[in-house]
């Protein structure tokens, strides 16, 4: 993530020393100076230039910032700055307000405000640390107290304290669902927890990094295996070659193969090209470990049993094809696959490497799940994440839709920042079927989520097969889950 901070004053390096290590940092005064006593802070970027000319934020990095700070001590700077940031459609921008009169005309702009006089530095901080709550110093400076929201992807989520203990903080409380817990070495962290640390100053940036890392777990929240049917020798070359590799580039363990039992087929000729079909299979899967999984009838009529059996992550399944009423049966069978069994499903169409995920930016449940899932697919692939926020038409929207979608897509950058993904991210007005239909050319995955339990078949049944006929990539479909 790229911060371009206005000001090189004391709010300024005090918010340098407290950024986290994602954040690579350009600085941009007037005083060499004050720039040159920056660098002695962190290792940053200075600009030695006028933080409210368009040319100079722009050569100091302006269009590829992820969040703009204007931090000067002069108002008319940072609100030329804010002006400019908005216009180079920046979603993270925070100022400081030198003057408590001026407060109106930060106000026109919608910024998140500071104002030194009633909070310093860690009120910036907190705007772009989203899994950092609160924090301050005590004890002359040496030690800090810090609260942080424990995330589905934390890597200490589902650990005890004892598990992750370290001589230089101490975790003094933990507020749950709103009970207040003195934890103890055998106190479970969940999703949603905050907790109190208290550390040395000195070790702050290993506390920080510890409870606002994120750690890419798919498909394990729901399954450790990948699931296909190879019932076709086209099979081998697509789907189960798609499914192989998800299972590389995941938390996968294993794979597992359903396939039709050759001592079930009566025609020798079928039973022999069943059994070659199925040593073909595994032969292709080196590196993979695969368990085949004998079937009486056709697999992909037992596919949705699994689940049920053993722990399976994700179900892979050709994307559904046909025209007229027969399309769009086929393309809601994903739809009744993730229904049943409550796990994520992917339609595989052969888009792999995918080198670029698109997914919806959205605040909801179902938002948030497909987010999870994109990220930790983009860590794994090395890909780069598309995330596309659509607006109702304007006939329809509320006041509020403008804000709610850059609300959506700064959670989404901000998560995908703390897996160290790449994030382009764009805010349309429109039908969000045609929106991202038009999109899927620019991408090799495309990622939805649905709710398994509020099941509706219509709707999502035409969306689905929409989807499924009209793009030539995959779709990974992911149910929403409740947090743990």
């Not at 789907?239 to 025609?267: F, Q």
């Not at 056709?298 to 596919?303: I, M, T, V």
């Not at 999502?460 to 149910?479: K, N, Q, Y």
Request: net charge positive; charged share 25%.
């Amino acid at each position: 993530m790229r911060a371009l901070i206005v000001g090189a004053g004391g709010i300024a390096r005090d918010l340098v020393r407290r950024l986290g290590e994602r954040w690579e940092i350009t600085v941009v005064d007037l005083s060499a100076e004050r720039l040159e006593r920056m660098k002695t802070v962190r290792a940053v970027s200075i600009f030695h230039g006028d933080g409210s000319s368009r040319v100079v934020l722009v050569r100091a990095g302006l269009e590829s910032a992820d969040a703009l700070i204007a931090a000067g001590d002069d108002d008319d700077t940072n609100l030329e700055a804010c002006r400019l940031a908005a216009a180079a459609s920046i979603t993270r921008i925070v100022a400081v307000c030198t003057d408590s009169e001026r407060e109106e005309d930060y106000r026109r702009f919608g910024v998140p405000l500071v104002i030194p006089d009633k909070l310093s530095a860690r009120g910036v901080e907190r705007q772009l640390e989203s899994r950092r709550l609160r924090s301050m110093s005590f004890a002359e400076g040496k030690a800090e107290v810090m609260e942080f929201l424990v995330a589905e992807d934390s890597p200490v989520r589902g650990k005890t304290l004892a598990e992750i203990h370290s001589h230089t903080w101490i975790l003094g409380a933990l507020l749950r669902k709103g009970e207040l817990i003195i934890p103890h070495g055998e106190t479970r962290l969940t999703t949603g927890d905050r907790v109190t640390v208290v550390g040395a100053g000195t070790g702050f940036s290993n506390i920080v990094r510890t409870f606002t890392a994120g750690e890419g777990r798919f498909p394990l929240d729901f399954g450790k295996r990948v699931a296909v049917c190879v019932e076709k020798p086209g099979d081998v070359a697509g789907v189960l070659a798609e499914a192989m590799y998800i299972a590389r580039n995941s938390k996968a363990t294993s794979m597992v193969i359903l396939h039709r039992d050759p001592g079930t087929v009566s025609d020798p000729e079928r039973s022999k090209e069943s059994a070659e079909l199925l040593v073909q299979a595994i032969k292709s899967t080196d590196g993979v470990q695969v368990r085949p999984r004998p079937v009486k009838g056709r697999p992909n009529g037992e596919l949705h049993r699994l689940p049920r059996e053993e722990s399976v992550g994700l179900l892979v399944v050709p994307t559904p094809t046909g025209k007229g009423a027969i399309g769009w049966w086929r393309g809601g069978s994903a739809l009744r696959l993730l229904h049943r069994t409550g796990r994520p499903v992917l339609l595989a169409r052969g888009s792999q490497p995918y080198r670029r995920i698109l997914v919806p930016a959205r605040t909801t449940a179902g938002g948030r799940a497909a987010a999870r899932a994109a990220i930790d697919m983009a860590v794994y692939t090395k890909a780069k994440l598309l995330a596309l926020a659509v607006e109702d038409p304007v006939f329809m929207s509320g006041p509020d839709a403008s804000v709610e979608a850059r609300n959506a897509v700064t959670w989404l950058e901000d998560d995908a920042a703390v897996h160290e993904v790449r994030v382009e991210s764009e805010i349309v007005r429109g039908n969000p079927v045609r929106e991202f239909l038009s999109r899927t050319d620019r991408c090799d995955l495309l990622v939805l989520a649905l709710d398994s339990k509020a099941w509706r078949p219509w709707p999502r049944l035409v969306i689905t097969g929409m989807l499924a006929r009209l793009t030539e990539v995959s779709i990974l479909l992911v149910p929403v889950r409740d947090p743990d």
